[in-house]
T-cell receptor, first 110, second 113 residues
Framework: QKEVEQNSGPLSVPEGAIASLNCTYS??????FFWYRQYSGKSPELIMFIYSNGDKEDGRFTAQLNKASQYVSLLIRDSQPSDSATYLC??????????FGPGTRLSVLP | DGGITQSPKYLFRKEGQNVTLSCEQNLNHDAMYWYRQDPGQGLRLIYY???????QKGDIAEGYSVSREKKESFPLTVTSAQKNPTAFYLCASSMRQGWTEAFFGQGTRLTVV
């Protein structure tokens, strides 16, 4: 059974701080890693994807991947109240289906 | 604008009734998926399809049925056999199964009345 685990939260950070969201996965064959943001009552929207070990930056967001530790994280710098949402980690192996984690609820306090 | 369109946004079902949720995409994606999300829970895969006229069961297919007669369309029928259908249903597509990111429609919220 392939599993993706995330802390359910809520993770609360003050406005302007760095939010760190973590995800671990069980399948060592996993090749692609995705972070989605889901506002309450809305559908998930893709924030970032990462395929290679290391860091990938896009604006205020940085995804970090460590395949040896089976660990992927998302850092949000200068957190804003509008970042308050549930963040879903998704993992896949080429040719197979995405496996989603349960999500971490982030609350950015003004 | 390319994207995935789900309809209706809200749907109410009476006990014993079958209902069909629509999902259409104009992204030219081969793979399409249906997920169910319950309050405070993650996404659970119901059915997926890689090509036209072919689809596979996901983790929670019982009480659901799908068809894939056109590349653009992947409707989901919630049958009366699904005893607890109240949930948020999400349709998604990707260029290939498991190759690239999945894009989601806006979802259909189904409630049993």
């Amino acid at each position: 059974q392939k599993e993706v685990e995330q802390n359910s939260g809520p993770l609360s950070v003050p406005e302007g701080a760095i939010a760190s969201l973590n995800c671990t996965y069980s399948d060592r064959g996993s090749q692609s890693f995705f972070w989605y943001r889901q506002y309450s009552g809305k559908s998930p929207e893709l924030i970032m994807f990462i395929y290679s070990n290391g860091d990938k930056e896009d604006g205020r967001f940085t995804a970090q991947l460590n395949k040896a530790s089976q660990y992927v994280s998302l850092l949000i710098r200068d957190s804003q109240p509008s970042d308050s949402a549930t963040y879903l980690c998704a993992v896949n192996v080429y040719g197979q289906n995405f496996v989603f984690g349960p999500g971490t609820r982030l609350s950015v306090l003004p | 604008d390319g994207g995935i369109t789900q309809s209706p946004k809200y749907l109410f079902r009476k006990e014993g009734q079958n209902v069909t949720l629509s999902c259409e995409q104009n992204l030219n994606h081969d793979a399409m998926y249906w997920y169910r999300q319950d309050p405070g829970q993650g996404l659970r895969l119901i059915y997926y399809s890689q090509i036209v006229n072919d689809f596979q069961k996901g983790d929670i297919a019982e009480g659901y049925s799908v068809s894939r007669e056109k590349k653009e369309s992947f409707p989901l029928t919630v049958t009366s056999a699904q005893k607890n259908p109240t949930a948020f249903y999400l349709c998604a597509s990707s260029m290939r199964q498991g190759w690239t990111e999945a894009f989601f429609g806006q979802g259909t919220r189904l409630t049993v009345v």
